[in-house]
């Protein structure tokens, strides 16, 4: 695993099974609300699945199981993969309680056993921000690529690299020049929801942010046909771009 990742890791492992009790509810709580409506639960990602019943879904970077379990209670044979420990109790117990199944993957995303999973899924789905955690974006797609059936679709949903130069999404992520290939560092997703002493204590991690041709010509350079990329406003201010999903076709 790279020193990245294992940085990544400590962020994503610090006081997340807490974080995600205090913020979402137990995970009889949670999961109560998962089953009410899982449809819901997927919010516009729903519009970007054909189908559900027994298609094979990995869920990239899937946390907590925000969206693993409402796509398992769908039909869905779900396999999360994430590099947190605490992550995964959270999903696990989630699931249990919501009385689904899902597969659950702890590892670097660079590093999936492809033994096991190459040509394995149907749809390759991610949601709420991951692509910032990779360095080389080439070698991410190509590993997308990797974990589709032939003809499998990839729903990649990330934040609008409009936010590399306007914190649009109010993530207070510092801002650059928009062709800035640098890597830099940064505090993890929900470093700010925390008061300040304990904030300073939360490891950091190293991101790099990419532009729309990065993204475009990476996902048509490592075998995907890319067949729509949609922009949506930003949840702050509906004037500026937040968010963008990418569908693409092994």
Known sequence: MKDYSMQHKKAWEFDAYEFWVRTAGTPEERAAKDKE?????????????????GIKVANICGSCGKKAIPLALLGAEVTVFDISEANK????????????????????????????????????????????????IDAFMKVMNNLLKPGGKMICSDFHPF?????????QQPTMSYFSTDIFEGEMA??????????????????????????????IGNGFILERFDEHPSWENNMLPGEFTAIAIK
């Open 89 to 136: 109790k959270y999903a696990v117990e989630t699931a249990d309680a919501a009385g689904v199944k899902i597969g659950y993957e702890v590892c670097d995303i660079m590093e999936i056993d492809m033994n096991k999973y190459a040509g394995f899924f149907d749809v390759v789905f991610m949601e709420g921000g991951i692509l910032h955690y990779f360095h080389d």
């Open 37 to 53: 409506n899982p449809k819901k639960m997927l919010k516009q990602y729903a519009n970007y699945f054909d189908s559900y019943k």
């Open 190 to 219: 929900h470093a700010r929801f925390y008061d300040e002493e304990i904030r300073k204590q939360i490891p950091k991690c190293l991101y790099r942010k990419y532009t729309i041709s990065e993204i475009i010509n990476s996902i």
């Open 163 to 171: 936010t590399k130069i306007s914190d649009a999404l109010g993530l």
